[in-house]
């Protein structure tokens, strides 16, 4: 059986004229009641009014505050609720934000929407920030990264900017880097690494003269080319004020960024001293020929009145000539601008072999001849660098110039471009200003006790504590002697049996017999050695090591030699051996009384 079709949906009933428009353009009711279905727990729905919410002070846009209901925010969007009107949203908004006032953060936001930052921040109240030594050194250390970074970028552009101008236009393979062969792909990044270094250091070299040319004192771009600890060595330079210490009466050592950044101003002074004396001269050369021009124009004067012609000739072209060159070398402040000192130098000559960097480099002013200078100031003179190898061998650690300064002292001299009287007071004002600074500069530390000056006398003592200080010396002094003497016991040993060989040697023959008979004698028997045990022999050696007696004596110590015996004096003997001596003369007298007088020569026996 099949089934009945399904009835078909009735159509809607038309709307009434007074019923609310669609989502589009319906009425604030429409609107908002599907979204606070959800939300049925938070709100109270009352038939005479919008929706409230339990919590005190709240409001749709968020921004309102307790009383909303006595300012009339609903009372436009009520009427119509009730009548069924035709506000749409957008209108209800509008009403809303013109009805409601901001407070709190939303009113400082729109009072404060339409001035600048500086104005804001000059109304904020200055916090001081809690930083501890940890957040500090961490800053330190982003800031040092940061200024790496910087550097590192101006040193990649300074390098491909020096291969861009000696290696980017040639055609020569010869002018090209070098290209090594490897078999290995190591060997290939360090035969790489090993040309770019030395591209990298010639940049570096140049970039340093070129800095000292144009008197650069940014102290950035001397960090990217010179260690912290960087020494500059030169000759004294009496045309100009000389920085750092004298090593010699004739070299100086600049130390530091600091002074290196002195030495280039001092290189400014020099170039601005020159351009000076330049203006000066030019401006006395000026008057005098206006002076000269002057004086011809009178002697072609006096020279129109008389009768000759050719004296009149003379005189009018010498007085035209006067005036051309007058003309023709007006002063022009341009032209004293240009003038300038170069260090100039040609990278193709610059030798590299590891850390070190050796050229030539020629100093010489430019713009002399341009304003009527016979020849430029010029010298030559050879540099020698040693890069720092802890930093990759990419930053100055030291540089030697080696030039004759006495020649351009003479040249400038020629010139008459040398100002001895500015130089005096630079050099004063450098001073003066070194001085202020080592002012201002915190106090060293205090020295100890130790590093006191050697001349410095100590304090006043008295008789008895000197007394046994210089016991202790001597004691001392004789415990260290046989240690000291250690070196030289052959020597001494040598002089003693010198000493003991040439000892009696004017005696006779039965005075050297009796003092030897007296010497044995007086020699001890020798112990007999006690049996000890290893345990009481290793004891003994070390109490005779460390167990120093006042009557210690080193067995290293030479023998010290017997005293000299004046002539004809006896020898000192021990009472046993003058007993000894006494008995034996005695024996040998009563065996002399016993024989008698000795028998005439001649006679029988």
């Known amino acids: 059986m099949a089934e009945a079709p399904a009835p078909a949906?009735?159509?809607?009933?038309?709307?009434?004229?007074?019923?609310?428009?669609?989502?589009?353009?319906?009425?604030?009711?429409?609107?908002?009641?599907?979204?606070?279905?959800?939300?049925?727990?938070?709100?109270?729905?009352?038939?005479?009014?919008?929706?409230?919410?339990?919590?005190?002070?709240?409001?749709?846009?968020?921004?309102?505050?307790?009383?909303?209901?006595?300012?009339?925010?609903?009372?436009?969007?009520?009427?119509?609720?009730?009548?069924?009107?035709?506000?749409?949203?957008?209108?209800?908004?509008?009403?809303?934000?013109?009805?409601?006032?901001?407070?709190?953060?939303?009113?400082?936001?729109?009072?404060?929407?339409?001035q600048t930052a500086e104005a804001r921040k000059g109304r904020r109240r200055k916090k001081t920030p809690d930083i501890d030594e940890e957040d500090l050194r961490a800053a330190e250390a982003l800031s040092r990264r940061r200024e790496g970074m910087q550097s590192a970028q101006r040193r990649k552009k300074m390098y491909v900017d020096f291969l861009k101008q000696h290696h980017g236009d040639s055609t020569n393979e010869e002018d090209l880097p070098p290209k090594k062969k490897a078999s290995t792909k190591r060997k290939v990044e360090l035969d790489t690494t090993d040309v770019h270094e030395a591209s990298l250091r010639r940049a570096l070299i140049l970039n340093f003269l070129k800095y000292r040319s144009a008197t650069e004192v940014n102290e950035e771009k001397w960090?990217?080319?010179?260690?912290?600890?960087?020494?500059?060595?030169?000759?004294?330079?009496?045309?100009?004020?000389?920085?750092?210490?004298?090593?010699?009466?004739?070299?100086?050592?600049?130390?530091?960024?600091?002074?290196?950044?002195?030495?280039?101003?001092?290189?400014?002074?020099?170039?601005?001293?020159?351009?000076?004396?330049?203006?000066?001269?030019?401006?006395?050369?000026?008057?005098?020929?206006?002076?000269?021009?002057?004086?011809?124009?009178?002697?072609?004067?006096?020279?129109?009145?008389?009768?000759?012609?050719?004296?009149?000739?003379?005189?009018?072209?010498?007085?035209?000539?006067?005036?051309?060159?007058?003309?023709?070398?007006?002063?022009?402040?341009?032209?004293?601008?240009?003038?300038?000192?170069?260090?100039?130098?040609?990278?193709?000559?610059?030798?590299?072999?590891?850390?070190?960097?050796?050229?030539?480099?020629?100093?010489?002013?430019?713009?002399?001849?341009?304003?009527?200078?016979?020849?430029?100031?010029?010298?030559?003179?050879?540099?020698?660098?040693r890069f720092r190898e802890d930093e990759g061998s990419t930053k100055l650690h030291r540089i030697e110039l080696a030039f004759d300064c006495m020649a351009v002292m003479q040249q400038l001299n020629a010139h008459g471009l040398l100002d001895v009287a500015a130089i005096a007071q630079a050099a004063a004002t450098a001073r003066k200003r070194e001085a202020e600074d080592a002012k201002h500069k915190p106090p060293p530390r205090k020295r100890t006790k130790a590093r006191k000056k050697a001349g410095e006398a100590p304090g006043a003592l008295d008789a008895q504590?000197?007394?046994?200080?210089?016991?202790?010396?001597?004691?001392?002094?004789?415990?260290?002697?046989?240690?000291?003497?250690?070196?030289?016991?052959?020597?001494?040993?040598?002089?003693?049996?010198?000493?003991?060989?040439?000892?009696?040697?004017d005696l006779t023959p039965e005075q050297r017999s009796q003092l030897l008979a007296a010497a044995a004698a007086a020699r001890p028997a020798a112990a007999p050695a006690p049996s000890l045990t290893p345990q009481q022999l290793l004891l003994l050696q070390q109490q005779q090591l460390f167990g120093r007696q006042p009557g210690y004596s080193s067995p290293y110590a030479p023998p010290a030699p017997a005293p000299l015996l004046p002539v004809g004096a006896p020898p000192p003997v021990n009472p046993a051996a003058a007993q000894m001596m006494a008995a034996y003369f005695a024996q040998v007298a009563a065996q002399a009384q016993a024989r008698g007088p000795p028998a005439p020569a001649g006679a029988a026996p």
């Not at 009805?99 to 009072?111: C, K, L």
């Not at 030019?282 to 004067?301: I, M, Y």
């Not at 000197?466 to 415990?479: E, N």
Request: with cysteine; net charge positive; aromatic share 6%.
């Open 9 to 114: 949906p009735k159509p809607a009933p038309a709307p009434p004229s007074n019923a609310p428009r669609g989502m589009a353009s319906g009425s604030f009711d429409e609107l908002i009641h599907p979204f606070m279905m959800d939300s049925v727990e938070n709100f109270q729905f009352n038939e005479d009014g919008p929706p409230q919410m339990n919590v005190p002070g709240f409001s749709f846009d968020g921004i309102g505050s307790a009383g909303l209901d006595s300012d009339g925010l609903f009372q436009a969007s009520l009427g119509t609720w009730k009548e069924g009107g035709s506000k749409s949203l957008e209108d209800v908004l509008a009403t809303v934000r013109k009805r409601t006032r901001p407070v709190g953060a939303e009113a400082e936001r729109r009072r404060t929407r339409g």
């Open 465 to 505: 504590a000197a007394l046994q200080a210089k016991q202790r010396q001597q004691q001392l002094l004789a415990q260290c002697m046989p240690y000291v003497a250690n070196y030289s016991y052959k020597l001494a040993l040598l002089r003693h049996r010198q000493n003991h060989e040439n000892n009696g040697a």
């Open 223 to 385: 960090r990217d080319l010179v260690a912290d600890d960087f020494q500059l060595l030169l000759p004294r330079e009496p045309y100009r004020v000389a920085f750092g210490t004298a090593v010699t009466p004739n070299t100086q050592r600049i130390t530091g960024l600091e002074q290196l950044l002195d030495d280039t101003k001092s290189i400014g002074a020099l170039a601005e001293m020159i351009r000076a004396r330049c203006w000066r001269l030019k401006q006395l050369d000026a008057k005098a020929r206006q002076v000269r021009v002057q004086k011809a124009q009178d002697e072609a004067s006096k020279a129109l009145e008389g009768s000759d012609d050719t004296a009149k000739a003379r005189a009018v072209v010498h007085a035209a000539k006067e005036q051309l060159a007058c003309v023709s070398e007006d002063l022009n402040a341009n032209a004293f601008s240009s003038i300038k000192v170069v260090y100039a130098c040609n990278a193709r000559e610059i030798l590299v072999a590891g850390p070190l960097l050796m050229c030539a480099w020629r100093f010489e002013t430019s713009g002399l001849r341009r304003v009527g200078f016979p020849s430029e100031v010029s010298v030559s003179g050879m540099l020698k660098a």
